[in-house]
């Protein structure tokens, strides 16, 4: 299984971001699709997630700024970040849980927003 996250960069804050995250190599029914974020020295924090059902729920810190989707194939995953702060710099991991195998981590995207 290849997870390849895409879009990360540096933005202003107030500004906005679009990440990317494709999924090949899936045997099996995808579970969940989530954003993971690692700020420098801190451990890795769930951003946003979305159930098989299509649900979807976010850390306090975004619910409002962040949107997450997901394709109809569920073979790819997206984070629309909108009011970006300084705080939500880091590394943004793409993570899937995929049915019977557990859970695949992307390479991760680095997100900078200045002040």
């Known amino acids: 299984v290849q997870l390849q996250a895409s879009g990360g960069g540096l933005v202003q804050a107030g500004g906005s971001l679009r990440l990317s995250c494709s999924v090949t190599?899936?045997?099996?029914?995808?579970?969940?699709m989530s954003w993971y974020r690692q700020a420098p020295g801190k451990q890795r924090d769930l951003v946003a997630t979305?159930?098989?059902?299509?649900?979807?729920d976010y850390a306090d810190s975004v619910k409002g700024r962040f949107t997450i989707t997901t394709d109809d194939t569920r073979r790819k995953v997206f984070l629309q970040m909108n009011n970006v702060k300084p705080e939500d710099t880091g590394l943004y991991f793409c993570?899937?849980?995929?049915?019977?195998?557990?859970?695949?981590w992307g390479q991760g995207t680095q997100v900078t927003v200045s002040p």
């Open positions: 993570n899937i849980k995929e049915y019977l195998r557990g859970a695949h």
């Open positions: 190599g899936i045997t099996f029914s995808v579970q969940a």
């Open positions: 979305v159930n098989r059902a299509g649900v979807p």
